[in-house]
């Protein structure tokens, strides 16, 4: 049975909580930077959520103290915890890891096909 990559999207009103999570073991091993990206329409893809090499973590100042990342590195799976949803926190998620084009979690392309969250206000 073919699993998507991503998974726990969804519709939620403002103020409400997801938790993403990341199947990642046919691409753990291919990136030393791994997070999340999301990419509204129209708008430019952001990095979210990373963590580097070292397993320092950076989040975009718009997320900062409301989105937590975090990993299972026996079952190979991402996560991302979001709290305090905000409309403005509609787009479509990617996990994603670095190595592609560059290395760093400024480099970040998506793994899989993405999950949609909807916030509504």
């Known amino acids: 049975q073919v699993q998507p990559v991503e998974s726990g999207g969804g519709s939620v009103q403002a103020g409400g909580s997801l938790r993403l999570s990341c199947a990642a073991s046919r691409f753990w091993s291919m990136s030393y930077s791994i997070g999340w990206i999301r990419q509204a329409p129209g708008k430019e893809r952001e990095e979210v959520a990373c963590?580097?090499?070292?397993?320092?973590?950076t989040y975009a100042d718009s997320v900062k103290d409301r989105f937590t990342i975090s990993r299972d590195n026996r079952k190979k799976t991402l996560y991302l915890q979001m709290n305090g949803l905000k409309a403005e926190d509609t787009a479509m998620y990617y996990c994603?890891?670095?190595?592609?084009?560059?290395?760093?979690?400024?480099?970040?392309?998506?793994w899989g096909q993405g999950t949609l969250v909807n916030v509504s206000s």
């Open positions: 963590f580097a090499p070292d397993g320092s973590t």
């Open positions: 994603a890891g670095d190595g592609a084009r560059a290395y760093g979690c400024d480099a970040l392309d998506a």
